[in-house]
């Protein structure tokens, strides 16, 4: 990670951290974290995207979403749901097993994780 921890880097490393599970725009990291301006929270999450901390998961109409990384979240894919944006880890058994059936499909081996988009039980329920 960069050399420097400021105030307002610990602050957004603290939010994604306490929510962890989530995924969230550049946007909505802003708008919960009011005074720390909007420039300056997208600067630290391009660093912190850069230097291993947060991790892109995907999009969210024009903004990127990104989420807190854990030491081991590069090894397996996660689920996220569209509707509540709620991100589980799926395990490492059940990522090589995708991958495998990925590869004896179409050829192609992961080199990344996968994040897979759908609706959890929660919001299909209140569908």
Known sequence: ???YNTRQKSRVISFFASASSRAFTPEEV?????????STVYRIMKQLSDDGCLRK?????RSAV?????KDCTSHMHIRCKACGRTEHLDAA???????????DSGFEALDSTVFEGLCSEC???G
């Open 66 to 70: 990104y989420q807190y990384q854990g």
């Open 57 to 61: 998961t995907g999009t969210s109409g």
């Open 1 to 3: 990670m960069s050399q």
């Open 124 to 126: 299909r329920r209140r």
């Open 30 to 38: 802003a708008a919960s974290l009011p005074d720390v301006p909007k």
């Open 94 to 104: 059940t990522t090589r097993q995708i991958e495998a059936l990925v590869f004896t």
